[in-house]
């Protein structure tokens, strides 16, 4: 037992020992560890004293940073502020964009479509420009084609009216060889027979049919001078050479002595020809031999036309700016499909040389002519099998400077009466 605490407290001795060996050795270290502690604490006095020396530069510097700062504060409160504005602007910006987001959206669908869309038309675009360029071409060349065709059709018209004119300028000239053959042959016939009696020595014995062979021979004459006058009037017409003679005279004078005479002059197959008139006197101007001529044809194209013992009257109106001459037979009349043709230059309703009327074809035409060349006019009414009625409108105007050569007081009324009937065979 005291071996066992020998040996115990030897151990605890020697552990002792042991544990002060060991706090010997830290000792010394600690020795060492502070000397190394004083040596850094020496250099961080030294840094403190630099930290001090810093930190009042820096408390120096955070008093201007302080009034920096302060300054900074209520910039920053300013820009709060106004960022708390922009912020509400850009809650309402991104309220806007979303919903112009979902519009563009739409858009961008619509966009798609319509590009797509734009390609298909970009495509039959192409495909009509080039089909265009075609019908370009086409159309050019068929316009070259209608343009010669229209060309030639008017080619074509105009040849049928040249034939036309032709074949009424043939008429014409047959009709005018026939007109000047009858009284040529009449004449040359009577000249023959007072050859005949003269060698004979029966002049003396024949005398009463001398006088009629004379009056013929006239008559004849007559009808020449009216052929010849009328083709002399077309020509200078034709060639811009006619002219009128006007004078202010008594229109209802003058067409009261025309038919004044012709009533004198002859009993046309009993024929009852009456002058009427609203008007006593009208003095307008106009060429007097003319228009006596024109009412003449009138007259005598009313004689031939009618059935004997019929009634022609000659009518003189007075309608302010124009005065109204009518002729108005009760005769055959003239049918619709002529009625426009009658005034055209060489036109007879009845061709053959076998009618009842003479005539080459150019007294309406000439007549309209005249009457134009007054500023007037002329037009035909009529009803077949009841007659017919022509009428010349005349200006009711004056001339200054008339041409008193051509005054009806010098006329010789009976003359012109006798060449213009002288184609009506009684």
Do not use: W
């Not at 017409?237 to 002859?266: H, P, Q, R, S, Y």
Request: one cysteine or more.
């Amino acid at each position: 037992m005291n071996n066992s605490f020998y040996k115990q407290v030897t151990m605890q001795h020697e552990m002792r020992l042991k544990e002060g060996g060991d706090k010997a050795d830290r000792a010394e270290e600690l020795i060492a560890d502070n000397k190394e502690l004083a040596f850094q604490s020496e250099e961080k006095a030294d840094r403190a004293e630099e930290l001090i020396a810093d930190n009042k530069e820096l408390a120096f510097q955070s008093e201007e940073k302080a009034d920096r700062a302060a300054e900074l504060v209520i910039a920053n409160k300013e820009l709060a502020f106004q960022i708390g504005e922009k912020a509400d602007r850009a809650v309402e910006l991104i309220s806007a964009i979303k919903e112009l987001a979902f519009q563009s959206g739409e858009k961008a669908d619509r966009a798609a479509e319509l590009i797509i869309a734009n390609k298909k038309i970009a495509f039959l675009s192409r495909e009509k420009a080039a089909r265009e360029a075609e019908l370009i071409i086409a159309n050019k060349e068929l316009a070259f084609q209608r343009e010669k065709a229209k060309q030639a059709e008017e080619l074509i018209i105009a040849n049928k009216k040249l034939a036309i004119a032709n074949k009424e300028q043939g008429e014409f000239i047959v009709n005018i060889s026939h007109e000047l053959k009858t009284p040529l042959n009449v004449i040359f016939s009577i000249a023959q027979l007072f050859e005949i009696y003269c060698k004979s020595g029966s002049l003396g014995k024949n005398e009463d049919l001398f006088i009629k062979y004379i009056d013929s021979m006239k008559l004849n004459s007559y009808r020449l001078s009216k052929l010849i006058n009328n083709i002399v009037d077309l020509s200078e017409i034709d060639a811009g050479f006619f002219k009128l003679n006007l004078a202010n005279n008594d229109i209802v004078a003058v067409i009261e002595e025309i038919v004044m005479t012709v009533t004198t002059l002859n009993e046309f197959k009993g024929l009852n020809i009456i002058f009427d008139t609203d008007i006593d006197e009208k003095h307008i101007a106009f060429d007097t031999e003319k228009i006596e001529r024109i009412v003449l044809n009138l007259i005598s194209n009313a004689i031939k036309f009618s059935n004997d013992g019929s009634e022609i009257v000659v009518e003189v109106k007075d309608n302010n700016e124009f005065v109204e001459i009518s002729v108005k037979d009760k005769g055959i009349g003239i049918e619709d499909e002529h009625l426009d043709m009658i005034f055209d230059r060489f036109k007879q309703v009845d061709k053959s040389l076998s009618r009842n009327t003479e005539g080459a074809g150019v007294g309406l035409s000439l007549a309209k002519t005249i009457v134009e060349l007054h500023g007037g006019s002329i037009f035909a009414e009529s009803e077949y099998g009841k007659g017919s009625k022509f009428t010349v409108r005349l200006p009711s105007g004056k001339v200054l400077q008339e041409n008193m050569i051509y005054s009806n007081k010098i006329r010789n009324v009976n003359k012109n009466v006798r060449v213009e009937l002288s184609d009506i065979y009684l």
